[in-house]
């Protein structure tokens, strides 16, 4: 489809999802940087289970920034991947030091540990800054190639096709809106295409009639 046609489509699903809140919990940025950077390869609901003790014990970057991985252990050791997000953490925390140093643009974002485009996209949207690309998870991209907005599996490839497509000021909401519906219709089996706000312009839906 034209940039205008699906400028257009994705209407219904903004409509839908635009302003709803990540599934990751948090209280400020501080928080949802590092709830981002420890749901990478696990999952928001357990990531939220174990949060709270976590920012109960560093309640900011400076309380942060003064721990050794042994102060962290006991509260990110059942977490996938818990020994290389300690180091990015610790290592990201004695960089910036303070909450109000922690960088809100993808280039500075991207060039801290443990954060690539995908993450400092959602800590953007999250903070309430202007989007500078498309978020791209797990269920992007799953979605996205079925709508047929987008085509393969890359990350970065399937958020430049979905930047092409859609209009700057909607980057900022597409992506998590994509997510939200891949999470709760367009399910990896047996996705619900008959409740889904998208199927008119589906190219899955319309090659399974």
């Known amino acids: 489809m034209t940039l205008t046609s699906w400028a257009k489509a994705v209407s219904p699903l903004l409509a839908k999802y635009k302003g709803k809140p990540h599934p990751l919990e948090y209280a400020n940025t501080y928080q949802l940087l590092v709830a981002v950077i420890l749901s990478a390869q696990d999952s928001d609901k357990h990531i939220n289970q174990l949060s709270p003790a976590f920012f109960k014990a560093f309640p900011t970057m400076k309380a942060l920034a ?32 303070e909450d109000k140093n922690i960088p809100l643009t993808l280039e500075e974002l991207i060039a801290l540990p443990g954060i690539g485009r995908k993450s400092a996209n959602v800590i953007l949207r999250g903070a309430g800054k202007k989007a500078e690309g498309v978020i791209v998870d797990l269920h992007v991209l799953r979605v996205a190639p079925r709508l047929g907005i987008a085509t393969g599996t890359d990350p970065k490839k399937i958020e430049q096709q979905l ?27 047996a996705p619900k295409c008959p409740e889904c706000v998208m199927k008119k312009s589906c190219a899955y839906y319309k090659s399974s009639k």
């Open 163 to 189: 930047m092409q497509v859609i209009p700057p000021k909607d980057w900022g909401e597409i992506g998590m809106s994509l997510s939200f519906l891949g999470r709760e219709i367009c399910r990896p089996t």
């Open 66 to 97: 003064k721990a050794d991985a042994e102060a962290l252990y006991p509260f990110v050791s059942k977490i996938r991947n818990f020994g290389n997000k300690t180091n990015w953490l610790l290592t990201l925390a004695r960089t910036v030091k």
